[in-house]
């Protein structure tokens, strides 16, 4: 039986991605801060799943979680960060950009260190990080997370080109950019978003991908024609139109 960690397992793409690997005979590690969603998870797998409650803002808190699987399930294969959060914050309140950099910058980047570690010892593993199209440019709404994906973008990169130095060749990482999925997280941006993609399409292209082992995977498909325009749109015409 393999082994999974998925940190995000609360809601959304964490906790329906979670419930696939069930499906298909993982062991589960299941983490977040809502200890009442994790154990409902728990109950309906109760051979397969691990609870551990935690809040990725606190690092230490984060290597201690992680550690305590890692003794338990001994070898870990997967590992999904799938943890985050969105402030529409125009108005730079410092307490949303301080909870959005702690989030996606600091806790992210310990666990990623984490994953990385065990499988350069283990020789094995695949780290998958759930990103955002946001990776591709700024915003004028919400700076620190599009800030926050970018940086995840380059750090998962960065990683992926490190794993050059593992013999096995059999560590893999994996970077997911989400467009807008139908989660709590995008009730937040309000009505008429564009490209709304359902939850459980986005899920299931998601694992696609991480049987596939794919570097990087655009959900829904459709979103990598909208990072290419990104790509290749200059600054003063994003100043106009985002």
């Known amino acids: 039986m393999k082994n999974a960690i998925v940190f995000g397992a609360t809601s959304g793409i964490g906790r329906s991605l979670a419930k696939i690997l069930l499906k298909e005979g993982y062991r589960v590690a299941i983490t977040g801060r809502r200890l009442e969603k994790l154990v409902e998870l728990k109950n309906e797998y109760p051979n397969q799943v691990l ?84 990776s591709i440019r700024g915003s004028r709404s919400a700076p620190v997370y599009f800030a926050s994906k970018a940086y995840q973008k380059a750090y998962l990169e960065s990683l992926y080109i490190k794993t050059k ?31 709304l993609v359902p939850l459980e399409k986005a899920v299931s292209q998601i694992y696609t991908a991480i049987k596939k082992k794919k570097r990087v995977a655009y959900v829904s498909k459709r979103w990598q024609l ?11 015409f994003l100043r106009k139109v985002m």
Not at 226 to 236: C, D, F, G, H, N
């Open 51 to 134: 609870v551990k409650q935690n809040d990725i803002q606190d690092v230490k808190e984060v290597e201690k979680v992680f550690n305590e699987i890692v003794s338990e399930f001994e070898t870990i294969d997967l590992v999904v960060q799938s943890s985050g959060v969105v402030h529409v914050n125009p108005k730079f309140e410092w307490d949303k950009e301080e909870q959005s950099i702690n989030t996606n910058v600091l806790g992210v980047t310990r666990l990623y260190t984490l994953a990385y570690n065990l499988f350069r010892k283990q020789q094995f593993g695949h780290l998958v990080g759930i990103s955002s199209i946001a």
């Open 165 to 195: 130095s593992i013999k096995s060749k059999n560590v893999f990482i994996t970077e997911i950019r989400p467009g807008f999925v139908a989660t709590d997280m995008a009730i937040t941006l309000g009505d008429g978003v564009f490209w």
């Open 226 to 236: 909208i990072a290419w325009v990104l790509k290749l749109s200059p600054a003063w």
